[in-house]
Antibody, heavy 122, light 106 residues
Framework: QVQLQESGPGLVKPSETLSLICSVS??????????WGWIRQSPGEGLEWIGT???????YYSPSLKSRVTISMDTSKNQFSLRLTSVTAADTAVYFC??????????????WGKGTLVTVSS | EIVLTQSPATLSLSPGETATLSCRTS??????LAWYQQRPGQAPRLLIF???NRASGVPDRFSGSGSGTDFTLTITSLEPEDFAVYYC????????FGGGTKVQIK
């Protein structure tokens, strides 16, 4: 079955770069049918969409984070990654990766990783 | 970017009652809206896609309706596991989330 797993450092210093990887199993991330996204949730807050990537199409980023975010894919490892530069305490959150089928199939992210907590602190 | 407004922020109900949650979008999304459930400490779970279609494995006490800018998620006969936070999200290349509605035990 489809599984997504986030990995990366749980602690990042202010002004440094946050880097996370999402490892996907059960489906190829290079499939035309699926898009791959990052979503985060600050402690006690709601969900914030960060960005979405698709093999062969444009990558879309949240306007509020666009200047600091890069999402890329490594199809040889069936992984996609998130880089967020110049982090501050406001970037402390649980980061989720998720799969979104093509909109011709359905609206929404239908498979999610369990999430990983990243704390920004010196 | 589409802005989503969910109401109420908190809903206090007893098991067995019916929950009615609202999501309004800043522009029409036709029927292209998803609803998610998030229990404490868990990842969100897709409940409803395209406004009214239940995702795989979702019990039929969950139903979605609406189109354009006004949408409703209804949960009939609340079970203990239904007390959670619910979010809506539109079809968009920039799919922001609503602020959420917490359904809590009264």
């Amino acid at each position: 079955q489809v599984q997504l797993q986030e990995s990366g450092p749980g602690l990042v210093k202010p002004s440094e770069t946050l880097s996370l990887i999402c490892s996907v199993s059960g489906v190829s991330i290079s499939s035309d049918v699926y898009y791959w996204g990052w979503i985060r949730q600050s402690p006690g807050e709601g969900l914030e969409w960060i960005g979405t990537v698709h093999y062969g199409e444009s990558t879309y980023y949240s306007p509020s984070l666009k200047s600091r975010v890069t999402i890329s894919m490594d199809t040889s490892k069936n992984q996609f990654s998130l880089r967020l530069t110049s982090v501050t305490a406001a970037d402390t959150a649980v980061y989720f990766c998720a799969r979104r089928p093509h909109y011709d199939i359905l609206t929404g992210f239908d498979h999610w990783g369990k999430g990983t907590l990243v704390t920004v602190s010196s | 970017e589409i802005v989503l407004t969910q109401s109420p922020a908190t809903l206090s109900l007893s098991p067995g009652e019916t929950a009615t949650l609202s999501c309004r979008t800043s522009q029409s999304v036709r029927n292209y809206l998803a609803w998610y459930q998030q229990r404490p400490g868990q990842a969100p779970r897709l409940l409803i896609f395209d406004a009214s279609n239940r995702a795989s494995g979702v019990p039929d006490r969950f139903s979605g309706s609406g189109s354009g800018t006004d949408f409703t998620l209804t949960i009939t006969s609340l079970e203990p596991e239904d007390f959670a936070v619910y979010y809506c999200q539109p079809r968009s290349n920039w799919p922001s989330f609503g602020g959420g509605t917490k359904v809590q035990i009264k």
